[in-house]
RNA sequence: UGCCCGGUAGCUCAGUGGCAGAGCAGGUGACUGUUAAUCACUUGGUCGCUGGUUCGAUCCCAGCCCGGGCAGCCA
């Protein structure tokens, strides 16, 4: 967004920018319903003649006495002397919506680059906003590459050198700025395409100068995580972002399709137990000189909640609670982990969604997440096909044949012990051995999906003594109902189990693991009352991510990544 | 947290115990319905930081900082 300062900055002095930042919101006088200034207008020139345009916009952020306007030109409004620019007329109505969009009627509507790729027809008027890609210069006129993330690909813009900036502004665009076209659609003389457009105005809104990070050029994802403010706009980060968006709607989808009912489970909790890892403290406080008890020890008891809390590491236990109510739930939010892990599928905070169904078994469970992680890629194959095949040739070619293999057949099910069997008669050297009892290490759960199997396995029935409490004993008395899917290319995907429903041996099991049941009475009263088996699992939305994109490092399919030491943006 | 690799122009990277290099980006010019356009010329440097060895360190050594890979923990 333009700010006064870069207005000012290298730019001839008698730019229309310049002048028409004079009908600012704060010279007319402009007072909200509530008597402030309001932060957004819709001027509508009347005195010039022609067909209404619209024309401002922003104004001024609260604080700072200069309103800039930044405006839809309309060819004949710019054209006009800078002198008599000044004293034009307005119509000044104010505007509530988000910017631009809130256009009345009477304006053109804006057109999306995807749409105007997939345009049936030519159009004598169009209207397109978005990013310069690109600028290649022909003796007359220039070819500019606009994209405003609705699609992978742009729109080839022809600004002939008749247009009255072209000298002074489009000449000298760089990639990187931000623009408003208006001109017509038409075949494309060239080769490439087969819409471009025509403008008959051409605006710079904000100017990206040379120090604009982003190049023609391929960038490593290394250099472009240190700029993630600027990375949506490369082609890999549109495409992941825009996946990412399919994917969320895909998930809620799919459960909302099977009647299951979305709940929001709590992002702070007090049970320190939940049995996933190290949590992350919220507390409200002095972390220099805290409230200590008679003992010396930080008495908790003074903080905001009264006893110590954290951000969550799972949603499970309560989305079992809504299970034992509405039958089929799931939860779809944020998830904290304050491990020290540095590791390309690692964050400290990410997505998950964890389904949990009443009258389910761990079979039911296992089919329900085949038939979901299917879902998801087939709906990412046939809403975000471009992106895909963009991934396919620039980041992992083999992409698409894994995800239609994926698709294709049934996942392999193999328990726990029959994997223990094939890792130990493999004839492998494992850096890890492999015992009944031990966990399955990274290097085996890759050579089952990838190697043995060649295709998503769910791993079930692990040794009790590996997992937590809430897993439901097996009658073996040795393993409980545990599951992992394992992915190729990721490993761990999905976890989840059959919940134990007997009071007596989830009591037991509590007991061994040390856990207080008057920290879990209400855990417990849900077997007390109505107990029902009931199953779930979570599945990591970044991993998923990652799977169908190709992109093999979690920070690059989350916006802003969080992890150990790096909490940027 | 452990092991390993890296840090040189805006970006991607060469390189050397003795004047700091290329391609791309930027600038100037030429050419052109171009597609990461092309061609010529050209601006641009705290060689991550601190200390040490040396006549001399971007180079060798130590410590630190930052980035990445793998492993563990897990989704």
Known sequence: MWT???????????????????????????????????????????????????????????????AVAIWLPHPRVVRQPDESASRLPFRVCLGDGPGLRSAPKTSMPRTLVKAALHAASAMDAIHLQGWVRTRRDAKGFSFIEINDGSSLKGIQVIADASLPNYATEIARTHTGASIEVHGKLVPSKGQGQQWEVVAESFTIIGEADATYPLQKKGHTLEFLREIAHLRPRSNLFGAVFRVRSRLAFAIHQFF???????????????????????????????????????????????DFFGKKAYLTVSGQLEAEIFASALSNVYTFGPTFRAENSNTSRHAAEFWMIEPEMAFCDLEGNMTLAEQFVKHLIRDAREHCAADLEFFAKFV?????????????????????????????????????????????????ERFLAEEHFKCPVTVYNYPRTLK???????????TVCAMDLLVPGIGEIIGGSQREERLEVLREAMAHHQLSEKDYWWYLDLRRFGTVPHAGFGLGFERMLMFITGVSNIRDVIPFARTPGSADF
């Open 4 to 66: 006064p300062s870069q207005a000012h900055e290298g730019r001839p002095p008698c730019r229309p920018q310049t002048q028409w930042k004079t009908h600012s919101a704060q010279r007319f006088g402009l007072r909200g319903r509530d008597g402030a200034r309001p932060s957004m207008y819709e001027v509508r020139n009347v005195a010039a003649g022609a067909a209404p345009g619209l024309r401002v916009v922003r104004g001024r952020d609260g604080t700072n006495s200069t």
């Open 256 to 302: 909302q399709e099977r009647g299951f009912v979305y709940v929001h489970t709590p992002i702070i909790t007090a049970s320190d137990c939940e049995g996933a890892g190290e949590l992350f403290r919220v507390t409200t406080l002095d972390p220099v000189r805290p409230p200590l008890t008679p003992e010396g020890a930080v008495d908790f008891a003074k």
């Open 396 to 444: 992992d070619k083999e992409l698409l044949t894994r995800l239609d293999f994926v698709l294709e057949r049934p996942f392999q099910r193999c328990s726990y012990a029959e994997a223990i069997d094939v890792l130990g008669k493999c004839g492998r050297n494992w850096e890890h051995p492999v015992k009944w009892g031990d966990n399955l290490q990274s290097e085996h």
């Open 468 to 478: 937590p409490f809430y897993m439901r004993v097996n009658d073996d008395g040795k």
